[in-house]
């Protein structure tokens, strides 16, 4: 179950499913001043200054009790790439220079916050965990149309799997993204995913209406993704919420066109 919290201000989501520290941002609580950006904006390259962001960075990095300048979040790329990180790139992203680019991340390391960002893609945190139900490592991945393609919510399952968590003792939470009933799509869409991911997910998870056009659901996809190699669907939750469909707390790209502040999504073991 998802549960929207009030941290003086700062209003985040998080999932029950999860016992480590995470959070999923909304645009509530933040300094953003810009029409486009106006509250929480996570983002750098969006229109506010640097100095707004991560003011932001800290105000929400506060209500989550993480150090800011700890959060591993660099540009993501609509792969499927996933990679572990260590305390050596603490601040990769806000604070120094990125590095590398990837879609998700994972670690074992404690204290380390990894975040993925969003404005309409599928945020996903994960939790791998032992058979005394301690967390072992924490996974972070951004879904984006490609990357749910691409599969990439595999490759963190597969990444979790390497580090002898068993496919049934992980953790996940679905946030929240642009939902079948904004998120239009085109004909291409529907043959990438099926060439893609095969012609169950296109039959499943794309939906035509009667005028013709096209809607496409990623959380669907994505939880089936998880499902389909094993986690135990009672171990998966997904977010409501339609980031397109609420303005008041989230920003769109769909719905913004273009213009609009990013979520910052966070996990730490
Ligand atoms: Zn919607």
Known sequence: MFELINKNGV???????????????????????????????????RGDDSATVLHNLEIFSSALGINPTDVISV??????????????????????SNGFSCDGYITVEKDLPIGVKTADCVPILLEGRNENDEVVAVSAIHAGWRG???????????????????????????????DECCYEVGIDFAEQIEIKLGQ?????????????????????MNFEILTSIGVPF????????????NENLFYSH?????????????IVK
Request: hydrophobic residues 30%.
């Open 148 to 178: 749910t393609a691409d599969r990439i919510a595999e490759e963190a399952i597969k990444k979790l799997c390497d580090l002898e968590v068993k496919v049934q003792n992980i953790y996940v939470a679905i946030g929240p993204c642009i």
């Open 200 to 220: 169950n997910y296109k039959n499943k998870y794309i939906k035509s209406k009667e005028n013709g056009s096209i809607y496409a659901d990623l959380k669907g």
């Open 254 to 266: 769909r719905r913004q066109k273009g213009m609009r502040g990013t979520h910052l999504n966070v």
């Open 234 to 245: 009672q171990n998966i939750d997904v977010c409501s919420y339609c980031t397109c469909c």
């Open 11 to 45: 209003f985040l989501l998080k999932s029950t499913v999860l016992k480590s520290n995470h959070a999923f941002s909304t645009r509530i609580g933040g300094i953003s001043e810009l029409e486009h950006t106006k509250g929480l904006n996570l983002a750098l390259g």
């Open 75 to 96: 540009p993501q790329i609509h792969s499927n790439i996933v990679k572990a990180v260590t305390q050596e790139d603490a601040g990769r992203g806000y604070y120094y």
